[in-house]
């Protein structure tokens, strides 16, 4: 762990009876005060809800107008430690984050909702071009970590050295009419050269990968890490959040329920029928129809395309996209600071199915992957079956496109 410019932030839990509801400073330390009945109880993802509000004192740490956004992580942490009365959590902004790719479509709002977790304390920033402004306008945002910018292959070594998480969300876009697998030759190139670089620089990184074809490119990536001798599957993540995140969205609009109160995994890959959301095991348990299943899985499945398509050839899904990988990062960062308790979907070497690769709930640890949970594959309805059954040989022809990849680039070599 890299523990550059740490700063450490307390949080205080007080139990009140009044009205007031939030103090939040920036100094040597946060308090956080608020009333245990009605605060800190609706937070979904990063945003919070607008029954927090904040008094400063000093500086404030996102600032008078913006505090009520807060890391729904750390919420969940003092919600279960507000049943109590005084209690006390420290948190600790110890660890460097690298985000490969951080001027593109997604990686601009990608950092600037990095930059808002209490536990980053470095936030690099590396592309081939343009990254420094993008740097130097996110580096005005009073919030701790320290932004740096790295532009081209000269500075990738310096942009890597030391971080503890690494983003990639470097790589083409898509464009209507294009399917992931499109991307395949140009972003494979790019994966290659990126996972050399994490190798010879951070190895013990946790590595998200976000570049398309996602069920390829992290096979690539695993590759390259053996061929350097450094390969730790349990740090090596697909980040299928996204999917996760739409089949929450789209299943709490079906139902009209809270956002905050549905649960459902996907598990496959993170393309067209790969793309496997298991409603049979939603939480809160709901009902469909075959039809409302069948219609409601393959909008999940499409998602993405609905986005290029509306998008018109301006770009692909890169707001939500941002987004979900900002929540796995959190996630991330929660697990290495000792939360024992994160979960998450992620597309990660496997042996649950005959697939060396596979996307299923794991849970988060100090070293990674901590447990592939397989228990959610059991019980599965008959569509369910069929479907993962379809889908077997489409991700694994994508998982050997990507290692066919990686061994052909060694022999021309």
């Given amino acids: 762990m890299a523990a550059t410019s740490a700063t450490a932030f307390s949080v205080i839990s007080t139990v009140s009876s009044g009205p007031k509801v939030g103090q939040v400073t920036h100094s040597k330390a946060v308090s956080i005060k608020f009333n245990s009945k009605n605060c800190l109880t609706s937070f979904s993802g990063l945003k919070a809800s607008n029954s927090v509000n904040c008094e400063s004192e000093s500086s404030s740490f996102l600032g008078n107008e913006s505090c009520a956004t807060l890391s729904a992580s750390y919420c969940r942490a003092i919600r279960k430690r507000s049943q109590r009365c005084y209690s006390y959590v420290q948190l600790h902004a110890f660890y460097k984050v690298a985000v490969l790719g951080a001027a593109g479509g997604i990686g601009q709002p990608l950092t600037l909702l990095i930059k808002m977790s209490p536990l980053v304390s470095a936030l690099n920033l590396y592309d081939i071009v343009n990254v420094k402004g993008v740097a130097a306008d996110l580096s005005h945002c009073n919030t701790p970590s320290r932004v740096s910018g790295f532009t081209g292959a000269s500075e990738l070594a310096d942009c890597l050295k030391g971080a503890d998480v690494v983003v990639m969300t470097a790589g083409v876009p898509r464009k209507p009419g294009m399917t992931r697998d499109d991307l395949f030759n140009t972003n494979a190139s790019i994966v290659k050269t990126l996972a050399e670089a994490i190798a010879d620089n951070c190895p013990d990184a946790l590595i998200h990968i976000i570049t398309n074809p996602l069920n390829s ?141 596979f996307a299923s709930r794991i849970k988060l640890g100090r070293k990674g992957v901590e447990a592939v949970i397989s228990s959610e594959l059991h019980g599965l309805t008959d569509y369910e079956n069929k479907a993962l059954e379809a889908l077997k040989p489409e991700l694994k022809a994508s998982i050997e496109k990507g290692v066919a990849f990686v061994q052909n680039q060694l022999v021309t070599a």
């Fill in 217 to 357: 490119t992290v096979p690539i990536a695993a590759e390259i890490l053996k061929q350097k001798g450094v390969y730790d599957p349990k740090k090596l993540f697909g980040v299928t959040t996204l999917d996760v995140v739409r089949a929450n969205t789209f299943v709490s609009q079906e139902k009209n329920l809270k956002l905050i109160d549905v649960d459902v995994p996907v598990i496959g890959g993170h393309a067209g029928i790969t793309i496997l959301p298991l409603l049979s095991k939603a939480k809160p348990s709901v009902t469909f129809s075959d039809e409302q299943v069948q219609e409601l899985t393959v909008r999940i499945q499409n998602a993405g395309t609905e986005v290029v398509e509306v998008k018109a050839g301006a770009g692909s899904a890169t707001l939500s996209m941002a987004y979900a990988a900002a929540r796995f990062v959190e996630s991330s960062l929660r697990a290495l600071d000792g939360d024992s308790d994160v979960y998450e979907c992620a597309y990660v070497e496997s042996n649950i199915t005959d697939l060396p690769f």
